[in-house]
């Protein structure tokens, strides 16, 4: 006990109240002990519910982060295979309207030499037709010529043998 009135001694050199210190450290250590008991693990209970859905809630939006990155990425990709279809597409019609063209145009070309084939046959037969027009034309000049010329001596069987003849010359000289 002696040491008891040597700490209160040095405790009133203080300025404080020994009785009034050992109640309030004996209160502390009463309240101290309830709270470790039963406060203390509810309060850290709490706090680890708390740090468990933080933990949770950053990794969700970790995981939704790259969620939308990987969602992103694939958009990406649809996006640039659309365009690499669509770009297949655009040849594949221009290639497909380049041999259009050339099919009509050698359609084109082969009903132009058709027509101008047809037009020199035309023009050939009419030539023909003409020169045999022609042909008789000069006969029957060439007999009435003749004729007039030639009394009644020659027969006209003879007029006519010799007036071919003639025209055959006249078309081998043209030749």
């Known amino acids: 006990m002696a040491h008891m009135f040597i700490l209160a001694d040095i405790l009133d050199g203080f300025g404080i109240n020994a009785v009034a210190f050992l109640s309030q450290l004996f209160s502390f250590g009463v309240i101290f002990v309830v709270l470790w008991r039963w406060g203390f693990p509810t309060i850290i209970k709490t706090l ?19 969620e ?8 990406e990709e649809v996006l640039r295979e659309a365009r690499r279809q669509a770009q297949d597409i655009i040849a594949q019609a221009t290639r497909a309207a380049e041999r259009e063209a050339k099919r009509i145009q050698e359609e084109a070309y082969a009903r132009a030499q058709e027509i101008e084939e047809q037009q020199i046959a035309r023009i050939q037969q009419e030539a023909a037709r ?4 022609l042909i008789r034309l000069v006969v029957n000049l060439s007999i009435n010529a003749a004729t007039k010329v030639i009394s009644k001596s020659v027969d006209s069987k003879d007029n006519r043998r010799l007036i071919e003849e003639f025209v055959k010359t006249s078309q081998a000289k043209e030749q």
């Open 68 to 75: 939308l990155e990987e969602a992103t990425q694939r958009a």
């Open 130 to 133: 003409a020169r045999a027009e």
């Open 48 to 66: 680890e519910k708390r740090q468990a859905l933080i933990r949770e809630g950053v990794e969700n939006a970790e995981r939704a982060r790259r």
